[in-house]
């Protein structure tokens, strides 16, 4: 028993001995570092802390209980009056109205009033009050919101000016620096936290111009809303979201950043909702495949997989097969990219658009359209601009059908066939009759029904041209053959078929 102390004091000295080593070291080359974290951020947050609010929201939603039985009570029992309460006795009303209550962050942009904060935070508020630090409170009233970007701005009646916070340039911070979260976790009142950013442009999934800043500084239920501020108090990046399985803080937080939260947060503030840009083109990611169908050398851009009818695309600027390379002088590696530019890009304006069409660059001139009218006309025929049979051609159904190509079995598209299989008039192409299971066209979902309207840019007829066509590209050799290919309604989309 006499030897485990001493073995135990014999480990402590061992230890400190390589801690006041390690620490020396470390002292050595500290020196050498070109920075290191804020010593404190408390004089960076004295400042900005009365910008900060909490929210406070209450919706009255009907009760789903009020029909469920009511508990039996032993007679006579002191927590009767609870029960009575709580539920509804013999011959009271059903479906009471309920009020919800739930809490958030925000931060005031100008001193009149406008407060920023997340949609989810507000969103089916029957009645919301702004919590300042100085103990006083305002009720608000929604300006506007925007889904896409999950905010919203608020406005209260200040009766005099109040402290607000600028908006800073997410675009220059980098990975490693410094931020700091103020918001209302857990309910709890302001609350300070520091981390440094993690990540730039994440996509978690969350919406169509995802390019979030991820953060290791904690962010908690509450901190929805609040801001993100770099080290010299500017706001860089609105809290909007935590990867958790708990719903609390595991040091991977999401914030939205300025550069794309500014353009949302003025057009509601000006028009009261958002007035984004619109291309009026359905796209799809340009794969490896697609990449090597086509020759490029590396994939990137957007692959244009339809134009939409009523749409800015009028005069054929840009048609389906098209490859986006370059929006108003911003490089487009990915559909993202593309999305973002346009949503940002003001409405009316005329703009340069760079694309691979035929394996070569050219550059069209097109005038953006809006994007919120836009959506009005999403599900509008599709205008594949392509050639499809001519109207002096013969009879299809003098057509016979083909041989198996590419595992698929095909026909001309007669009036016969485009009833039986419900194809839509405006569609024309080389149908489906036939997939072979487990062949190319297989994995790749191509389905009885399926209309062929071009491959490799080339559009096609009869199955004759998808033959010919394909053994085309075989000769050229290519390993796979981009196909253009219509549903029964006219939607496009483009897959890429391994040539045996």
Same mark, same amino acid.
């Given at each position: 028993?006499?030897?485990?102390?001493?073995?135990?004091?014999?480990?402590?000295?061992?230890?400190?001995?390589?801690?006041?080593?390690?620490?020396?070291?470390?002292?050595?080359?500290?020196?050498?570092?070109?920075?290191?974290?804020?010593?404190?951020?408390?004089?960076?947050?004295?400042?900005?802390?009365?910008?900060?609010?909490?929210?406070?929201?209450?919706?009255?939603?009907?009760?789903?209980?009020?029909?469920?039985?009511?508990?039996?009570?032993?007679?006579?029992?002191?927590?009767?009056?609870?029960?009575?309460?709580?539920?509804?006795?013999?011959?009271?009303?059903?479906?009471?109205?309920?009020?919800?209550?739930?809490?958030?962050?925000?931060?005031?942009?100008?001193?009149?009033?406008?407060?920023?904060?997340?949609?989810?935070?507000?969103?089916?508020?029957?009645?919301?009050?702004?919590?300042?630090?100085?103990?006083?409170?305002?009720?608000?009233?929604?300006?506007?919101?925007?889904?896409?970007?999950?905010?919203?701005?608020?406005?209260?009646?200040?009766?005099?000016?109040?402290?607000?916070?600028?908006?800073?340039?997410?675009?220059?911070?980098?990975?490693?620096?410094?931020?700091?979260?103020?918001?209302?976790?857990?309910?709890?009142?302001?609350?300070?936290?520091?981390?440094?950013?993690?990540?730039?442009?994440?996509?978690?999934?969350?919406?169509?111009?995802?390019?979030?800043?991820?953060?290791?500084?904690?962010?908690?239920?509450?901190?929805?809303?609040?801001?993100?501020?770099?080290?010299?108090?500017?706001?860089?990046?609105?809290?909007?979201?935590?990867?958790?399985?708990?719903?609390?803080?595991?040091?991977?937080?999401?914030?939205?950043?300025?550069?794309?939260?500014?353009?949302?947060?003025?057009?509601?503030?000006?028009?009261?909702?958002?007035?984004?840009?619109?291309?009026?083109?359905?796209?799809?990611?340009?794969?490896?495949?697609?990449?090597?169908?086509?020759?490029?050398?590396?994939?990137?851009?957007?692959?244009?997989?339809?134009?939409?009818?009523?749409?800015?695309?009028?005069?054929?600027?840009? !048609? #389906?097969? $098209?490859?986006? %390379?370059?929006? *108003? @002088?911003?490089?487009?590696?990915?559909?993202?990219? &593309?999305? =973002?530019?346009?949503?940002?890009?003001?409405?009316? !304006? #005329?703009? $340069?658009?760079? %694309?691979?069409? *035929? @394996?070569?660059?050219?550059?069209?001139?097109?005038? &953006?359209? =809006?994007?919120?009218?836009?959506?009005?006309?999403?599900? #509008?025929?599709?205008?594949?601009?392509?050639?499809?049979?001519?109207?002096?051609?013969?009879?299809?159904?003098?057509?016979?059908?083909?041989?198996?190509?590419?595992?698929?079995?095909?026909?001309?598209?007669?009036?016969?066939?485009?009833?039986?299989?419900?194809?839509?008039?405006?569609?024309?192409?080389?149908?489906?009759?036939?997939?072979?299971?487990?062949?190319?066209?297989?994995?790749?979902?191509?389905?009885?029904?399926?209309?062929?309207?071009?491959?490799?840019?080339?559009?096609?007829?009869?199955?004759?041209?998808?033959?010919?066509?394909?053994?085309?590209?075989?000769?050229?050799?290519?390993?796979?053959?981009?196909?253009?290919?219509?549903?029964?309604?006219?939607?496009?989309?483009?897959?890429?078929?391994?040539?045996?």
């Amino acid at each position: 028993m006499s030897t485990r102390p001493k073995i135990f004091r014999g480990l402590v000295l061992a230890a400190a001995t390589a801690l006041l080593l390690n620490n020396t070291a470390l002292a050595e080359t500290a020196t050498s570092r070109p920075a290191a974290g804020p010593p404190s951020v408390a004089d960076l947050a004295e400042g900005l802390l009365d910008a900060v609010v909490n929210i406070s929201i209450s919706q009255n939603v009907k009760s789903d209980d009020d029909d469920a039985p009511m508990p039996q009570v032993p007679e006579g029992s002191p927590h009767q009056e609870f029960f009575d309460e709580f539920f509804k006795g013999q011959g009271g009303e059903s479906n009471r109205p309920r009020t919800v209550n739930s809490l958030g962050s925000g931060f005031i942009i100008d001193p009149a009033g406008f407060i920023v904060t997340n949609n989810h935070v507000i969103q089916d508020a029957d009645d919301i009050e702004i919590n300042f630090s100085d103990g006083s409170t305002l009720k608000a009233k929604l300006v506007g919101t925007d889904t896409k970007t999950d905010l919203a701005l608020l406005k209260v009646e200040p009766k005099k000016p109040l402290k607000a916070v600028s908006f800073g340039d997410s675009r220059k911070i980098r990975i490693g620096d410094w931020v700091m979260v103020v918001g209302n976790p857990f309910g709890l009142g302001v609350s300070v936290s520091v981390g440094v950013v993690s990540a730039r442009g994440r996509n978690i999934n969350a919406g169509p111009y995802d390019s979030f800043i991820q953060t290791d500084a904690a962010i908690n239920r509450g901190n929805s809303g609040g801001p993100l501020f770099n080290m010299q108090g500017e706001v860089i990046g609105i809290n909007t979201a935590i990867l958790s399985q708990t719903g609390m803080s595991v040091g991977i937080g999401f914030a939205v950043p300025t550069e794309l939260a500014m353009n949302v947060v003025n057009q509601l503030k000006e028009f009261g909702e958002t007035r984004r840009g619109w291309l009026g083109v359905r796209i799809q990611p340009v794969t490896d495949d697609i990449a090597e169908s086509l020759k490029m050398e590396r994939p990137h851009g957007a692959l244009v997989s339809g134009i939409i009818e009523g749409g800015p695309i009028a005069k054929g600027e840009i !048609k #389906a097969g $098209d490859i986006i %390379i370059r929006f *108003d @002088g911003s490089d487009v590696a990915e559909i993202r990219d &593309l999305m =973002r530019v346009v949503g940002e890009s003001p409405v009316g !304006k #005329a703009v $340069d658009v760079v %694309i691979i069409r *035929d @394996g070569k660059e050219q550059t069209v001139r097109v005038t &953006l359209g =809006r994007l919120e009218d836009g959506e009005q006309l999403a599900n #509008a025929p599709v205008n594949e601009n392509g050639e499809g049979a001519k109207p002096n051609e013969p009879p299809a159904a003098q057509l016979p059908a083909s041989d198996v190509v590419l595992g698929m079995k095909l026909a001309v598209l007669d009036a016969d066939r485009r009833k039986s299989f419900g194809i839509a008039e405006g569609v024309e192409g080389v149908v489906v009759t036939e997939v072979q299971p487990n062949s190319a066209a297989a994995e790749r979902r191509v389905a009885a029904g399926d209309v062929i309207v071009e491959i490799g840019q080339e559009a096609m007829a009869t199955p004759d041209d998808v033959s010919a066509r394909v053994e085309e590209l075989k000769n050229d050799g290519r390993r796979n053959a981009l196909l253009m290919i219509a549903n029964k309604t006219g939607e496009l989309r483009f897959v890429t078929v391994q040539m045996e």
